[in-house]
């Protein structure tokens, strides 16, 4: 006998996959439906705390900072409201979503005018260097951002992330204790490198992130061409028993698998490109911040050797100089707070790697984040098949 089921357990599962970081498995996922409601909170955040340059705190002296307090509370009452309105809004219709795009749109004009009126000045975010058009590029730099962030749900993806690193820190001994050895290893010979101290002392700090930055861009790339074969296994194993254990604590818990599946397992979907791309996100926040995890240890390991041992004596010898000092801690030389940083930020990249590719450290550490998103690919195959048997949603219903 058909079943179908009902229409408000569909949304919860919408909602369900939104909270895991996994908006773009929701089906017919789009702008004006989906992620325009959830950018609204953040744009009003955006346009009513752009108010603080309105703020004339020359002409209002001592009195300014309580203007400005005021614009605070009112920007935060303003965000909190706008997210209860998104939440209960049944539909965003497209007519709506024009006369918002449009009201955002007018903010890099009204926003100059209103403070020209107010304080008799206008000060761009950019300064004097880009003018005026510097509204326009900051507005425009947060729709963008509010966009991405909102489209795979960056900001759910990096507070679960923040949460499993929590846990892992709980367990810092099982963690450290496996991940510092071979990581340290690898590194601590490289500390004591003279060359290393030499080039470091004369290295600017924007290089030094720019490092980092390249460290980063090798994890998630590694992370990205270890996800595809994880995918193509994950889409294979669709079986009864599997679904079940997914759908478990989720609101598709009850689902009678047995009328839904009746061949044992549910025929393999393929994942479109943005789908694809979530699921990196997933992955690739998850093992950024545990690598984040591994290498403020290590940093912190090396400024503690580094004090102990290296003497701004021998730090001179080994850069053949007098060592630049930290203005903010005078007993530390600049060259081993940028070793350090530099040492940390490859022993993290060292890390996530060989976690996903040695496979005792991917038993520990990788194969938990493969599991959720198996999880998340089992409910996403049992949300599909449900829906198509459900009677047809009113289109761009929120989803939490």
């Keep these: 006998m058909p079943f179908t089921v009902p229409q408000a357990v569909i949304r919860r599962t919408e909602g369900w996959l939104v909270?895991?970081?996994?908006?773009?498995?929701?089906?017919?996922?789009?702008?004006v439906g989906h992620v325009l409601p959830r950018m609204l909170p953040s744009l009003a955040f955006?346009?009513?705390?752009?108010?603080?340059?309105?703020v004339p705190l020359r002409s209002a002296g001592s009195h300014g900072w309580i203007l400005l307090g005021g614009v605070a509370v009112m920007t935060l009452a303003a965000w909190g409201a706008s997210t209860v309105l998104v939440r209960r809004l049944p539909r965003f219709s497209r007519r709506a979503a024009i006369a918002f795009l449009a009201a955002y749109a007018t903010m890099p004009v009204a926003v100059p005018l209103l403070q020209l009126a107010v304080d008799g000045a206008v000060t761009p975010p950019g300064g004097k260097v880009v003018g005026l058009l510097g509204?326009?590029?900051?507005?425009?730099?947060?729709f963008a951002a509010t966009l991405l962030a909102t489209t795979y749900g960056l900001g759910t993806l990096l507070r679960r992330a923040v949460r499993h690193s929590v846990f892992d820190l709980r367990n810092s001994v099982h963690l450290l204790g496996r991940a510092l050895p071979a990581l340290l290893f690898?590194?601590?010979?490289?500390?004591?490198?003279?060359?290393?101290?030499?080039?470091m002392n004369r290295l600017e700090w924007w290089r030094v992130v720019l490092v980092v930055v390249l460290f980063v861009a090798i994890t998630v790339l590694a992370a990205a061409a270890r996800l595809r074969d994880e995918i193509g296994?994950?889409?294979?194993?669709?079986?009864?028993?599997?679904?079940?254990?997914?759908?478990?604590?989720?609101?598709?818990?009850g689902v009678r698998l047995e009328q839904l599946a009746p061949e044992g397992r549910l025929p393999a979907l393929p994942l479109t490109p943005r789908q694809e791309r979530n699921l990196l996100l997933m992955l690739a926040s998850r093992q950024l911040v545990q690598a984040a995890v591994v290498g403020l240890t290590l940093?912190?390991?090396?400024l503690a050797l580094g004090m102990l041992v290296v003497t701004p004596e021998t730090a001179g010898r080994w850069i053949g100089e007098k060592p630049q000092m930290s203005a903010f801690f005078p007993v530390i030389p600049v060259a081993m707070l940028r070793n350090a940083t530099l040492l940390a930020a490859f022993g993290s990249m060292y890390f996530a790697v060989t976690s996903m590719t040695d496979a005792d450290h991917r038993q520990r550490f990788f194969?938990?984040?493969?599991d959720e998103?198996?999880?998340?690919?089992?409910?996403?195959?049992?949300?599909?098949a449900v829906r198509e048997q459900a009677p047809t949603a009113p289109q761009g219903q929120s989803t939490g």
Excluded: N
């Design 186 to 199: 690898v590194t601590l010979f490289l500390f004591f490198t003279g060359e290393l101290w030499q080039a």
């Design 46 to 54: 955006v346009a009513l705390a752009s108010l603080a340059w309105l």
């Design 373 to 384: 998103i198996e999880r998340v690919l089992a409910v996403h195959a049992v949300y599909l």
């Design 135 to 142: 509204f326009v590029i900051f507005f425009a730099a947060a």
């Design 299 to 302: 940093f912190s390991f090396f």
């Design 367 to 370: 194969a938990p984040i493969i």
């Design 19 to 31: 909270r895991r970081g996994a908006p773009t498995m929701i089906e017919g996922y789009g702008f």
């Design 233 to 253: 296994r994950v889409e294979q194993d669709l079986s009864r028993p599997t679904l079940a254990a997914a759908c478990r604590g989720t609101p598709l818990a």
